[in-house]
Nanobody, 118 residues
């Protein structure tokens, strides 16, 4: 069973930066996608950014140019560097892992609170 352990959330002023990290506790399949989703109060969970095992990335329009997703395959770890944070970025951020073999295996982290004050 894979567990995703997140770290790095917190409180920051608008315009500031935070970095989230997420480490998988066990070996993961080579065909995988890791990423970050977020959920603000009263809203649905939404994609923030994902990165494939080969390094291809996808970002939500709302974070393009401000957030950067990266990964260290040797450490089974994904990062989210968040710059120029805005109050509307306030949410619980969840790490996500999808692994593909004959079926898809999906895992979620415990969630990290990110609060951006104006």
């Amino acid at each position: 069973q894979v567990q995703l352990v997140e770290s790095g959330g917190g409180l920051v002023q608008a315009g500031g930066s935070l970095r989230l990290s997420c480490a998988a506790s066990a070996r993961i399949f080579s065909n995988n996608v890791m990423g970050w989703y977020r959920q603000a109060p009263g809203k649905q969970r939404e994609l923030v950014a994902v990165i494939g095992s080969g390094g291809s990335t996808t970002y939500a329009d709302s974070v393009k140019g401000r957030f950067t997703i990266s990964r260290e395959n040797a450490k089974n770890t994904v990062y989210l560097q968040m710059n120029s944070l805005k109050p509307e970025d306030t949410a619980v951020y969840y790490c996500n892992l999808n692994m593909y073999l004959t079926v898809k295996y999906e895992y979620w982290g415990q969630g990290s609170q990110v609060t951006v004050s104006s």
